[in-house]
């Protein structure tokens, strides 16, 4: 597969001071602020190489990265390991008016044939994720949770993602679907148990072997005399017809 590189760059002005956005852009907490679900952290006691966790091309996986080149306060550059097919430019400059400017160029290996869609998609990416930058610089939106008490990002893993709480297709996992309900076949009767005698033997009372209510115990006499009186007795089976 033929394969080219593409160079992007993306930037986005601040109402900050300079090195209030430095030391967001260039900690790692800054990758929690993505827009897809992200893990970022430094390495312990290896300063030169950051661990990203998160989506690749390939689905979820890692990508180890080294800080090179970096200059405080104004620039920090990561490239992925092994061969470079991926470089983070991570740059600050102070900007007119209390503002400050946030820059981020981005070199990547793509197939030839995708150049065009990467560009878009990276495109947005970035877009994305200085708008995050942004808000959080001028108050809109709340700092990464891993601070440190002088003001320095914490050495910690941290899940790096805005949206991590509310989706979990960027982790692969498939979203929960309510299970419908296994069909049942339903009955129009329900079983009933042996006759029971009424009060006093005046009348037979079926009573249903499952019910919501509990039997009456007793059939009061009169409404057993009114029943008999609105029924016509019954001829026994052996009486005789004649025709006429």
């Not at 900690?27 to 030169?48: D, G, I, K, N």
Request: charged content about 20%; some cysteine.
């Amino acid at each position: 597969m033929w394969e080219t590189t593409m160079r992007i760059e993306q930037s986005a002005v601040v109402r900050g001071e300079p090195g209030q956005l430095w030391a967001l852009l260039s900690s790692p907490e800054a990758w929690c602020l993505r827009a897809v679900a992200t893990f970022m952290f430094a390495v312990p006691e290896a300063q030169a190489l950051r661990l990203y966790i998160g989506p690749t091309r390939r689905g979820i996986g890692t990508v180890l990265f080294e800080v090179r080149d970096e200059v405080p306060g104004a620039t920090i550059r990561l490239r992925a390991l092994p061969g470079g097919r991926q470089e983070f430019t991570l740059s600050v400059a102070a900007g007119r008016r209390g503002t400050a400017k946030a820059t981020v160029p981005l070199t990547e290996v793509v197939p030839r044939q995708q150049l065009i869609n990467f560009e878009h998609r990276r495109r947005n990416d970035i877009k994305a994720w200085l708008t995050a930058v942004r808000a959080v610089i001028e108050g809109r939106a709340r700092w990464p949770d891993v601070w440190a008490a002088t003001g320095q990002p914490a050495l910690r893993l941290m899940n790096c993602g805005r949206r991590a709480r509310n989706s979990s297709r960027a982790f692969g996992l498939t979203p929960l679907t309510p299970a419908p309900l296994a069909a049942r076949p339903t009955r129009d009767w329900l079983p009933c148990s042996a006759a029971a005698r009424g009060a006093n033997g005046c009348a037979t009372v079926v009573a249903p072997s499952q019910s919501r209510y509990s039997a009456p115990s007793a059939v009061s006499a009169a409404s057993i005399s009114g029943e008999r009186a609105i029924r016509a007795a019954t001829p026994a089976a052996t009486t005789a017809v004649r025709a006429t």
